[in-house]
């Protein structure tokens, strides 16, 4: 009986709107069922809502119109920490070998790869959540770009793996002309090694 006497009253008070609240929310909602983001979408928001943290964690916190590229490329160092990819030092016995026999005291760091993809997901995220014109991007600025291919040869050369840019080939019709001739020609043609 005593949880009788100390019973919450099921009316919010007037300065606690949670539940008209919570009803005007759900008159607010579109009627159909919003589309679940995609992968891409989710990551550049799980990304974006991250640096915005280590933008607040910062002596003294920082708005998001208060930072630059030097936060930036100090939230990249940051990340060095979470780093998956051992990146050997020059004075490494394993300097420059891709498949090291062994295990060393080197440091894992962010791969560069995920650091190029973080900055393109950065970039978008910053212009979608206001962040003025695309010349004023930090995370578009000529520094990030000269970082990130820092990051690249130095860790092409701890590891050993040069890094080649993927050329793109455009299909003509004529390649698919071609290997339809080869390959009839050589399916008709006579085999005169047997005769």
Partial sequence: MMSSEHHTPTKDPPDHPSSSSSNHHKQLLPSQPQQPLSRYESQ??????????????????LMMSQFDYTHVLSFLRYLDQFGKTKVHHQACVYFGQPDP???????????????????????????????????????ANGSIRVHLREVRESQAKARGIPYRKKKRRKKTKNDDVVVKKDVANSSSAPNHAST
């Fill in 44 to 61: 550049k928001r799980r990304d974006w809502n991250t640096f915005i943290q280590y933008l607040k964690s910062q002596n003294p916190p």
């Fill in 101 to 139: 026999p062994g295990p060393c005291t080197c440091p894992l760091k962010q791969a560069w790869g995920s650091l190029d993809a973080l900055i393109g997901r950065l970039r978008a995220a910053y212009e979608e959540h206001g962040g003025g014109s695309p010349d004023a991007n930090p995370f």
